[in-house]
């Protein structure tokens, strides 16, 4: 079937990359590469991917393309579903012979409420979708897809067998040719990798626990399945050769130093393409890791700090103690590695003293840049079980994770904590954090270094004041 897989238009500035753990308006507009949606395009030759927000496309803009298309494959999550069920349906008038579906962790771990929300929406892939995709398209009957749950003919919902988990993951084709063919990488760039980036995963699946986190407990899973050294860099070598602009190459697996000899490995090989990358990284890594990393083209660590209070960490299931934090960060200023950190805010045992050591930890062990999220209880997620058990979520039960602008929103309240005393907090980190002599000193010394770091660094300033006027609203 002729093949659209598409990230719908939304929010203004709304993130749409698949990369990201959550969706919504950033502090700085930034954006990822839509790699689950390339992954199974990469299946199919004749396919393409479009990444409208990215593009900047609008609603008719959009439809104008995506009817055009026998089979159109939505990504969505749980803040755009509604915003993406609304496209299926107007697509669905324009042209009622697509067959629309839908993939992502939203859909994966509420297949029949997904279902039933729409008429528009014929079909959810659970579970990795990759192949399900694949078998969708090449016209392969419903009913013997696994992984697949469907709308049936007499209307009735219909869910399939799991697919297996994949395990070889060389299985799978390279990404990278599909974002040369379909995308504009120029559109795809944050605050603190080079531009233009090209993003891939070297393997899926994470082996922390994190309570909060979305992708290995809906997706990916827990056991971190990993491509072949070779094939991984054989990739990396495509991309060097065939994308001369790219500048740097992030792994965006959850936690690319899971498996320490294999990214020491790895990096090796990089040193020896001459290959500039970064990498989500946990603040554990030994320096005699970190030093091999850094000597073979590791420029920045990716790093979740989440919390500086000890409890908080244990109360997550992170893995991991402020103490070993703060020695893997000193070893990344020896080894001049530069750190995004990011932090979340109203995590259970959340008070506003621990609040308050949070901003000073982060500003102790002083990432390069930051990012602060509200605690997001995703569906499917430890967290969200949490809230809904222990009435942390709106009395309703209701999930709202932005505002109707596309903003993150504080879904977890307290009795001693409320939502709005944790969301304007956000706005108090990120002033206490930047707003300082050393670290204003720091950014404009980067600022000097050239002309294309000025404007670029000018530009998100302005985007950040106008976040927080907005967040402060």
């Known amino acids: 079937m002729k093949t659209l897989f598409l990230q719908a238009p939304s929010f203004d500035g709304f993130d749409g990359g698949a990369g990201s753990r959550y969706q919504n308006k950033r502090e700085v507009r930034s954006f990822w590469y839509p790699t689950w949606l390339a992954q199974p395009a990469a299946l199919l030759p004749d396919s393409r991917v479009l990444d409208a927000p990215a593009d900047g496309l609008s609603v008719d803009a959009s439809l104008d393309i995506a009817q055009q298309y026998e089979l159109v494959v939505i990504h969505t999550s749980t803040p755009s579903f509604p915003t993406d069920a609304l496209f299926a349906e107007h697509l669905k008038k324009r042209a009622p012979s697509v067959l629309i579906g839908m993939v992502g962790a939203k859909v994966a771990v509420d297949p029949h409420n997904s279902l039933t929300a729409s008429d528009a929406i014929d079909f959810v892939c659970r579970e990795e979708f990759d192949f399900t995709c694949q078998e969708i398209a090449e016209g392969k009957p419903f009913e013997q897809i696994k992984g697949l749950s469907y709308r049936a ?21 390279f990404v990278a040719p599909i974002y040369k063919r379909d995308l504009k990488i120029e559109n795809y760039f944050n605050g603190y990798l080079k531009h233009p980036y090209v993003s891939i995963y070297t393997g899926r699946g994470c082996r922390s626990k994190c309570t909060f986190c979305l992708w290995p407990q809906t997706v990916g899973g827990h056991r971190y399945r990993t491509r072949s050294v070779e094939n991984v860099l054989e990739e990396v070598k495509w991309i060097r050769d065939n994308m001369p602009e790219v500048k740097e190459i992030m792994f965006d697996d959850d936690t690319f130093t899971d498996f320490k000899p294999r990214a020491e490995e790895i990096a090796r090989g990089m040193g020896k393409l001459g290959v500039t990358w970064s990498c989500n990284a946990k603040a554990n890594v030994p320096y005699s ?136 907090q956000l706005e108090n980190f990120y002033k206490r954090f930047y707003f300082r002599p050393s670290k204003i000193w720091e950014i404009l010394r980067e600022m000097l270094t050239s002309w294309d770091m000025m404007k670029r660094r000018l530009r998100e300033g302005v985007e950040f004041f106008r976040f927080l006027r907005a967040h402060g609203a």
């Not at 003919?153 to 084709?173: F, K, T």
């Not at 009795?415 to 709005?420: K, N």
């Open 153 to 173: 003919r007499d209307g009735s919902i219909e869910h399939n067998e799991a697919r297996p988990i994949l395990e070889n993951m060389d299985e799978l084709p």
């Open 289 to 424: 890791t970190l030093k091999i990393m850094k000597e073979n083209g590791l420029r920045l660590l990716l790093v979740g700090y989440e919390s500086g209070d000890d409890q908080i960490l244990l109360n997550i299931k992170k893995g991991l103690r402020t103490d070993i934090a703060r020695r893997f960060s000193e070893d990344c200023r020896k080894l001049r590695i530069k750190v995004h950190g990011t932090f979340i805010l109203g995590l259970p045992g959340e008070t506003q003293e621990t609040i308050q050591k949070t901003i000073e930890y982060a500003k102790e062990i002083n990432p390069l840049t930051i990012q602060v999220s509200l605690a997001a209880p995703y569906p499917g997620t430890t967290l969200y079980n949490q809230a809904v058990e222990n009435g942390w979520l709106e009395e309703n039960k209701v999930i709202n994770l932005v505002s109707k602008s596309g903003v993150q929103v504080a879904a977890i309240g307290y009795p001693h904590l409320s939502r709005d005393e944790i969301y304007h």
